[in-house]
Structures are given as C-alpha cells and as structure tokens.
T-cell receptor, first 114, second 112 residues
Framework: GESVGLHLPTLSVQEGDNSIINCAYSNSASDYFIWYKQESGKGPQFIIDIRSNMDKRQGQRVTVLLNKTVKHLSLQIAATQPGDSAVYFCAENFYGGATNKLIFGTGTLLAVQP | DVKVTQSSRYLVKRTGEKVFLECVQDMDHENMFWYRQDPGLGLRLIYFSYDVKMKEKGDIPEGYSVSREKKERFSLILESASTNQTSMYLC???????????FGSGTRLTVV
C-alpha cells in the first residue's frame, strides 16, 4: 500500500540554527498534509498544514513546503529553540469511505543542542 | 480549552484480561479515532468512527473492538490482552468537514 515516510529519523541542530525536516509521500491523490509535533509524554499537536493546491505556507517560525512533482514535503523551523525538541510527524490525508483519514509517517526526532 | 481526554495515562494488565481504554472529547466532533504508536512504526490506525454507533476498521483491527454509544465517547476494547498489544494508544477526534485531528495525551499500556 501507499505510505508516508521520513528521510531522517533523527536530526540534531544547534540552538538558533534553522531546522529542516523532510517527508516523502507516495499517494498522489492526497489533497492535504499536516505536520504534528509530539513532545515526550504527550499526544501529537498540530503545527501547520498545507493543501495540495499550494506550494508554501508560513506560520510563526515554521514554514511548510510542498513539492508535488517529487512528492516531497518539508518543515522548516527558524531559529530553533530548546522547546522545539520533539518528534515531528508528517501526515497525508485521503478520503477513505465515509470520512477523511490521515496516514502518518514514522516521525523524526529533533534534538536541539544548547 | 477544547480537549480530548483519555482516562488513564498508564495501565498494566495481565495476559488474557479484557481491557477498556476510554476517550472523551468535548468539541462535539463527529469523527473519532484510535491509533497505536510503536517505535519505528509510527501511528497505526486501529478503528475509527464517524457517527454514534458507527465504526470502521482501520489498518490493524485484529484483537480490538470499539464502542461509540455517545457522540463524545469512544472506547477501545482489547478482548483478551496479549503481550504484543503493549503499546502507546492515542485517541483523536475531528469535525466531519475538517481534516485536522485533536489528540489526547495517550495511554501507555503494558501487558504482562
């Protein structure tokens, strides 16, 4: 079956640097993508989303880029802070029967070094 | 503050026990989901429900069942717990017309 995957399972960055977390997806019919952040002991929290008719979307310190040609999604975090240390998941949406369902990647651990 | 609440953070159960994991949301969402999360495997969908008394199998329903008698509550049932069901279980909900999920904090279940 089709699935969402991540290139790097662990990313270590220095505080203040920019972070880039990558994700490859394989379902060309997916129309919506989300990035979630999961801190230790907590459930995933929504960070930012993007629809398939967009190439880029910016939030506060975060930017998501979508390249449909190569089926690639990335999350950029500017001026990474210790509080950004977490596991980051990308997810793609497809319509599965009666409702929308998200398929999640395996996650990337972002470790911010002081 | 809107919430998805899972009744237990940690549970330890014996092999063969019947286990109930409870999830309640206060956002009047139509859709509710149960996932399990394991290292290296990410989040895998067990069951979901898009309405009261409605349920659909996800990717890994074997060994599990669910119940949705009220809109706000979605229960995951392990009929006869086994050690391979030791995992983190995450509940989520979403409105019918929206893609965004709100997750609970998770229940870490250990079956011994």
């Amino acid at each position: 079956g089709e699935s969402v995957g991540l290139h790097l399972p662990t990313l270590s960055v220095q505080e203040g640097d920019n972070s880039i977390i990558n994700c490859a997806y394989s379902n060309s019919a997916s129309d919506y993508f989300i990035w979630y952040k999961q801190e230790s002991g907590k459930g995933p929290q929504f960070i930012i989303d993007i629809r398939s008719n967009m190439d880029k979307r910016q939030g506060q310190r975060v930017t998501v880029l979508l390249n449909k040609t190569v089926k690639h999604l990335s999350l950029q975090i500017a001026a990474t802070q210790p509080g950004d240390s977490a596991v980051y998941f990308c997810a793609e949406n497809f319509y599965g029967g009666a409702t929308n369902k998200l398929i999640f990647g395996t996650g990337t651990l972002l470790a911010v070094q002081p | 503050d809107v919430k998805v609440t899972q009744s237990s953070r940690y549970l330890v159960k014996r092999t063969g026990e019947k286990v109930f994991l409870e999830c309640v949301q206060d956002m009047d969402h139509e859709n509710m989901f149960w996932y399990r999360q394991d290292p290296g495997l990410g989040l895998r969908l067990i069951y979901f429900s898009y309405d009261v008394k409605m349920k659909e199998k996800g990717d890994i329903p074997e060994g599990y069942s669910v119940s949705r008698e009220k809109k706000e509550r979605f229960s995951l049932i392990l009929e006869s717990a086994s050690t391979n069901q030791t995992s983190m279980y995450l509940c989520a909900s979403s409105p019918q017309t929206s893609y965004g999920y709100t997750f609970g904090s998770g229940t870490r279940l250990t079956v011994v």
